[in-house]
């Protein structure tokens, strides 16, 4: 038995079909795309919208007050001027198998909200003072200070108590600070691995 038509989309060229019951509807798309006629067939999906309230909701305790993420008016800002991080977590939270690089100052690799996404050189013996991995870099467990040409991507404070690695740890929690942990703030991407890849110690040059 054969599909039935139920709607033609003029603007895009397309039909929605009804397959019989009782039909395969993998076997049915293989069938249409075998066509020499048919661009792409596809399930016509039932989609929702997620409305004001996304059901992702991160119990970070700063997240109240990231309204670059979630913007409800709690700083006097405009609500919703934000990047929708709620509804795209709904989507997703991110991927440990990406690598976020982040060239900047150094990153507080120990920081409560970065430790467990901090990314790690699988193929570096850490203190063995070896290039275990042929690039060029010894020891190069979560990334490479540019800087100091060492791989210390944390240099801590100078002797005057300034935050040498401030900007980039900032960076790296914005991208991708462990969520839903309770503590601290919510990044972007929940699940992402950082690379710190220093190049500026107090200032730098391009």
Same mark, same amino acid.
């Given at each position: 038995? !054969?599909?039935?038509?139920?709607? !033609? ?8 079909? %009804? ?10 798309? &293989? #069938?249409?795309?075998? %066509?020499? $006629? ?7 999906? %039932?989609?929702?919208?997620? /409305? ?7 119990? $970070? ?6 309204? +670059? ?19 795209? #977590? ?10 976020? &690089? ?15 996404? =901090?990314?790690?050189?699988? !193929?570096?013996?850490? /203190? ?15 990334? #490479?200070? @540019? &800087?100091?040409?060492?791989?210390? *991507? @944390?240099? /801590?404070?100078?002797?005057?108590? %300034? @935050?040498?690695? @401030? +900007? ?16 601290? *703030? ?6 992402? !691995?950082? =690379? ?6 107090? /200032?730098?040059?391009?």
């Amino acid at each position: 038995s !054969r599909a039935e038509v139920i709607k !033609r989309l003029p603007f895009i060229n397309a039909d929605v079909v %009804r397959i019989p019951e009782g039909s395969s509807l993998d076997e049915i798309i &293989a #069938w249409y795309e075998e %066509r020499p $006629d048919v661009e792409y067939a596809e399930p016509d999906y %039932r989609v929702f919208p997620i /409305g004001g309230i996304a059901a992702t909701t991160p119990d $970070d305790a700063q997240y109240v007050d990231q309204y +670059h993420l979630n913007n409800t008016g709690q700083t006097g800002g405009t609500a919703d001027a934000d990047v929708d991080a709620p509804e795209a #977590w709904d989507i997703t939270t991110g991927d440990s198998t990406i690598i976020v &690089a982040v060239i900047d100052t150094g990153i507080d690799t120990e920081h409560p909200d970065l430790l467990a996404n =901090m990314w790690v050189n699988e !193929r570096e013996i850490a /203190g063995d003072s070896i290039d275990n991995d042929g690039n060029g870099f010894v020891d190069d467990i979560h990334g #490479w200070d @540019f &800087a100091n040409d060492d791989n210390s *991507v @944390f240099d /801590g404070t100078d002797e005057a108590g %300034r @935050f040498y690695d @401030f +900007h980039g740890t900032h960076v790296a929690g914005t991208i991708g600070a462990v969520s839903n942990n309770g503590i601290g *703030v919510a990044g972007v991407a929940w699940n992402v !691995r950082i =690379m710190s890849l220093k190049f500026l110690h107090g /200032g730098g040059y391009t």
